[in-house]
């Protein structure tokens, strides 16, 4: 029985394999013309993934006596009957329906945002919004339309909680911001925009991932509108970026956080890298490992002066009167910004703040789509002191919503958070910096390997978090790291 | 019923889609780590649409009375019933080992070819033989099991009729081949074989697919180790070509050869394109069209004439001793050569030969695959008068077998007398050659498209030969095309 339980779970990986391919292939260079059937297909594959997870025979699958299980299919079926209790009442058509639009509108997106054209995406955003909110009614436990969608991502997470931690943030990086923002010290970091051809910053990503440990074999990285990381086995793990001429840095920081995504895909163990369980344990997790790489890692001095020689000889003369020194400050300006993936550590948690706010907003409170640029920039505002120039720079800057990801922004928060905590606990264990500017980074990951990446999603966060640092999530790592890296790079 | 009917089949041409993503997708760059995961996903997508094709819910469609239907559901009840007949009696689960199985053995090939190792390929090759045999024995009706596999791509050919048509395109081709030899004319073609870059080379695909009216907003073209085409809707249409720096022509002819094809998928017509019948007619048809435009035209006088400026601005300076006259003859040596995909009109019939007296060895007579090597190199010098240096160059040549495509070969050679059928009646209507050398493919497209393209596989091949010349398939079409145009090109 349990044998066949897997071999029944593999038919949904299989699918969910094809499905992360079609989306891998329209991010990465598909034909216009071929979207409509493109996301037919993606409709219909969706419906049967679905109908596998909520199906009779799954049922059968969570009633059937459960002796003599392994760890593995133990939580197979946990996981399973999980999803089967919370989504058993949505009918499968639905799903397929919902993902056929889904299949549609990522390209919708990818035009309005090019156009900076919000009312051609509205429509779209409109109908996705309908179905999220439908969907998390009919799930809903707590009555809390938003706790259903928090919780796809991090199981057992709820706004309550959510409001919670962003205000223990706030609390810290606000006044931080306005700290910075009158007394900080200055740097011209102008030197950051001057132009470098995508070829010369292809070879910086080569470079970045050898650095990090990513396994060519195993993966590679394109290029597409919005970065992502997916996978169809630990031996198949792709990346993308997107270069921007005259914002290097951009890249060479979407690079460093995908490949985090990448590092934690391709480590998963053996044994569970094949299941359903192989996955990160939450996306919250799954961030905190992307922006460790990307921020404590890549954004730390020690990094800095252990690639600059390479970087520089890459970026060639225009970039000879750069120092180490002058690429670690600007990777550390502690500004608000208009775009999230640019932002800095320190301002790119208001930036979720935001983001948290509309969606509750949206699904909470019903909130009309013809109102959300306004509520967007007013946001921007109370929280960052900006107006966005056009909706490219403001609410339609981000693929998730056309994607129909509601509640994953938070992750994002979490993310760091974690990042915070396991780093503060690692350096109990190994010189972590030292160990950065040497160049070595493999003690880094073999520590997050044993901790985190190997274990897939055998194990929840609490139990990742923990395991690996004998605490529950504490957001103080976090709000203590960002004190004193930034006062130390702005204020003294 | 019906309607219900249709949507089943969505279902089975949802996962073909996704089946025909992985093929294009391991074909064109993904990473090798990721082969045996993406396999034992490829053998489960192929089990899952094999069942839908042999289950009891397709029974009771088939068993429902069937009145009413329209065309479109009258053919595609037919289709299924053929099929379900003819492999009801194999279990999917053996579908699906065997698609994992061709999922592996498509990068053992590559690697096979590219050390000329044919031992390596060996028990791959084996084990799909093994295979073929089995279901061919299971399904066959007539006794010969290789009558069911090349039942699969043309309906209701036999080895009866092929040994028949083969025979007759011998008796003109041979002798022929012999006289050129003798006493024909000697070109000097050395100038295709200097350096032209990768680069370069695109660029003339581009131009090319340009002229025979490809649309690129609806499909693209990458490279692989084996050309090949492949849609996933008439609106996403793709093509593969393999660039030899030191023969431009391999390339030139590829690019229109698949491009042929590619046309057929964008031109069949809206109502069929996105349903099972939204496909050619069968393999020969198919191949009558890639060959039509990559012979009838592509290696006709008039298009060097037409293209030769263009093409000589893209190869530069070193080619511009090369008159358009050169470049058609250099296209047209009738010359025993060693690798199918390059070499000429006349003598290519005479690989297919091989392939076919190989593959009735297999097959029918069981012939041990350490044999096989040897049995090519005798083959090849019987029809071709040549011995094979390496496997690379012989029996590893082709991408098919490892593919399970057994019985497919002979579609080349019934493609091209398909093709010069529609020649002689195509040119009772249009003033064919002359538009060629104008450059004006458009009315020569347009004609096919209303005989064949727009049809996809509404009609069989009988109906479409039919319907576009008044008669059915005449071999003495082509080899009266060989005659006349090897004759003036060789002999005169």
Request: contains cysteine; hydrophobic residues 40%; charged residues 25%.
């Amino acid at each position: 029985m349990a044998s066949e339980f897997m071999a029944y779970l593999d038919k949904s990986k299989a699918i969910g394999n094809a499905l992360a391919l079609i989306h891998w292939d329209m991010s990465t260079g598909a034909p216009p013309g071929g979207i409509p059937a493109r996301a037919k297909t993606f409709g219909i594959l969706a419906e049967e993934q679905f109908t596998l997870a909520v199906s009779g025979k799954m049922q059968e699958f969570l009633q059937a006596p459960q002796e003599g299980l392994d760890e593995l299919e133990r939580v197979s079926m946990r996981e399973s009957q999980k999803f089967y209790d919370s989504w058993k009442n949505i009918p499968p058509e639905d799903i397929g329906k919902y993902n056929e639009l889904l299949g549609n509108s990522q390209s919708v997106w990818e035009k309005a945002k090019a156009e900076s054209d919000f009312a051609s995406f509205a429509p779209a955003l409109e109908q996705i919004i309908q179905w999220q909110r439908r969907f998390a009614t009919l799930r809903g436990v707590s009555g809390n339309p938003y706790d259903a969608l928090l919780d796809d991502y991090e199981s057992g997470m709820t706004t309550e909680k959510l409001d919670a931690f962003f205000s223990q943030l706030k609390k810290t990086i606000v006044p931080l911001v306005q700290e910075i923002s009158e007394k900080g010290k200055k740097f011209d970091a102008s030197f950051a925009k001057r132009p470098v051809p995508a070829e010369t910053q292809k070879k910086i990503s080569k470079l970045l991932m050898d650095r990090l440990g990513f396994d060519f074999k195993c993966g590679m990285i394109r290029e597409s509108v919005h970065p992502f990381t997916t996978n169809f086995s630990k031996g198949d793990v792709r990346i993308t970026t997107n270069y921007h001429e005259n914002d290097f840095l951009s890249s060479f920081y979407s690079v460093l956080h995908e490949t985090g995504h990448a590092l934690y895909e391709q480590n998963i163990g053996d044994e569970v890298a094949e299941t359903i369980l192989g996955k990160g344990a939450s996306m919250s997790i799954h961030e905190s490992q992307s922006r460790f790489y990307e921020n404590v890692i890549g954004r730390s001095r020690e990094f800095w002066e252990s690639v600059y020689g390479s970087v520089i000889a890459l970026l060639g003369k225009e970039f000879s009167d750069v120092t180490a020194e002058d690429l670690y400050f600007a990777s550390n300006q502690a500004k608000p910004s208009l775009i999230r993936i640019e932002s800095d550590e320190l301002t790119y948690s208001l930036h979720i703040m935001v983001r948290y706010e509309m969606e509750k907003e949206i699904i909470i409170n019903g909130r009309p789509v013809a109102e959300l640029p306004a509520l967007w920039n007013e946001k921007m505002r109370e929280y960052l002191g900006l107006t966005p120039p056009d909706d490219a720079h403001g609410i339609l800057q981000d693929v998730h919503w056309s994607q129909g990801s509601f509640g994953y922004f938070p992750s994002y928060a979490l993310g760091n958070a974690y990042a915070a905590q396991f780093l503060h606990f690692m350096k109990k264990d190994i010189p972590v910096f030292e160990l950065v500017k040497k160049g070595d980074l493999k003690p880094i990951t073999q520590w997050l390997t044993s901790k985190i990446h190997m274990h897939g999603a055998l194990k929840t966060p609490e139990e990742i978090v923990v395991g690996a640092t004998g605490e529950p999530l504490d957001a103080s790592y976090f709000t203590n790291y960002l004190e004193s890296k930034f006062r130390a790079i702005c204020l003294q």
